[in-house]
């Protein structure tokens, strides 16, 4: 399969079309982030390049695309469904996804790129110190952080905060995780739905993950996707974070679908 890389350290162009299932989910564990211009993409097809990879799954909280297609959840900016804040997929589930596939139908004029961050190459580059701190430590991720947020800035209200809280969606991981299939370790914490280190007093773990949000956005972890319409990008949930730039007017519509990943370790 012909490959071009997207950064230096991660990230990898697919150009050879219609690639062999293997390779390409080998392709994916190596690079973490694949690129596919996939112009004539259908929902069906869509689907049926997760299944390549792995069982797919219905999202937890995304609109989607309805009878027969449950898995293939719609990112539609026109009713505020644009992830705009650093996170690694579903992480309060317990077996969090393992992969992502997200394609653009409808792209703004200019903006709404997706920044994806390598929290693999991030763990390598901690220092000595900190990566003894952090093992064995484990934090816990909830559903209901997102729903305080939008309380805390007015874009949700007090109900739906209840609610959220109540639903007890939330589920505890190793801050810095095994990748399960190249034994590498990740920082696995993220802004959107990590709450706190377990066992830490509130001051200690607010700082801890302030600093590993900073360290592992930095520049040289980053690489930025400027969509075309018909893009496909297939990441690896365990090894990146992601986010997409909240800078554009105009409609964005992306049609995603993930795959079912097992336990955290
Ligand atoms: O819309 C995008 O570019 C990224 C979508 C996203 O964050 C997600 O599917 O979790």
Same mark, same amino acid.
């Given at each position: 399969?012909?490959?071009?890389?997207?950064?230096?350290?991660?990230? *990898?162009?697919?150009?050879?079309?219609?690639?062999?299932? @293997?390779? !390409?989910?080998?392709?994916?564990?190596? #690079?973490?982030? !694949?690129?596919?211009?996939?112009?004539?993409?259908?929902?069906?097809?869509?689907?049926?390049?997760?299944? +390549?990879?792995?069982?797919? /799954?219905?999202?937890?909280?995304?609109?989607?695309?309805?009878?027969?297609?449950?898995?293939?959840?719609?990112?539609? @900016?026109?009713?505020?469904?644009?992830?705009?804040?650093? #996170?690694?997929?579903?992480?309060?589930?317990?077996?969090?996804?393992?992969?992502?596939?997200?394609?653009?139908?409808?792209?703004?004029?200019?903006?709404?790129?997706?920044?994806?961050?390598?929290?693999?190459?991030?763990?390598?580059?901690?220092?000595?110190?900190?990566?003894?701190? !952090?093992?064995?430590? /484990? *934090? =816990?991720?909830?559903?209901?952080?997102?729903?305080?947020?939008?309380? $805390?800035?007015? +874009?949700?209200?007090?109900?739906?905060?209840?609610?959220?809280?109540?639903?007890?969606? $939330? @589920?505890?991981?190793?801050?810095? $995780?095994?990748?399960?299939?190249?034994?590498?370790?990740?920082?696995?914490?993220?802004?959107?739905?990590?709450? =706190?280190?377990?066992?830490?007093?509130? /001051?200690? +773990?607010?700082?801890?993950?302030?600093?590993?949000?900073?360290?592992?956005?930095?520049?040289?972890?980053?690489?930025?996707?400027? =969509?075309?319409?018909?893009?496909?990008?297939? =990441?690896?949930?365990?090894?990146?974070?992601?986010?997409?730039?909240?800078?554009?007017?105009?409609?964005? !519509?992306?049609?995603?679908? +993930?795959?079912?990943?097992?336990?955290?370790?």
């Amino acid at each position: 399969m012909e490959l071009r890389p997207l950064t230096p350290g991660f990230g *990898a162009e697919v150009l050879t079309p219609d690639p062999d299932p @293997s390779e !390409l989910r080998r392709a994916l564990i190596d #690079h973490k982030v !694949l690129l596919l211009r996939a112009p004539d993409l259908t929902p069906d097809a869509h689907m049926a390049l997760g299944r +390549s990879i792995g069982e797919i /799954e219905v999202h937890a909280f995304f609109p989607n695309l309805g009878p027969g297609y449950e898995q293939v959840s719609v990112l539609d @900016s026109a009713e505020g469904n644009t992830a705009t804040m650093w #996170h690694t997929d579903e992480s309060f589930l317990p077996h969090p996804p393992i992969g992502t596939l997200t394609r653009a139908l409808v792209l703004p004029a200019v903006g709404g790129d997706t920044l994806f961050a390598d929290t693999a190459a991030a763990y390598r580059a901690l220092t000595p110190a900190m990566t003894r701190y !952090l093992d064995g430590l /484990e *934090a =816990w991720h909830d559903l209901g952080r997102i729903a305080q947020l939008r309380y $805390r800035f007015g +874009s949700g209200d007090a109900e739906a905060l209840a609610e959220a809280l109540r639903a007890e969606r $939330r @589920s505890r991981h190793p801050v810095a $995780r095994v990748h399960p299939e190249t034994g590498e370790r990740c920082i696995y914490v993220n802004p959107t739905y990590t709450t =706190w280190i377990d066992g830490l007093p509130p /001051e200690e +773990s607010d700082m801890i993950l302030a600093h590993l949000q900073r360290h592992l956005t930095r520049e040289r972890f980053v690489y930025r996707h400027r =969509w075309q319409v018909g893009d496909l990008l297939i =990441w690896d949930n365990r090894a990146t974070q992601h986010m997409v730039l909240d800078d554009f007017d105009g409609h964005r !519509l992306m049609h995603r679908v +993930s795959v079912v990943g097992g336990a955290t370790g």
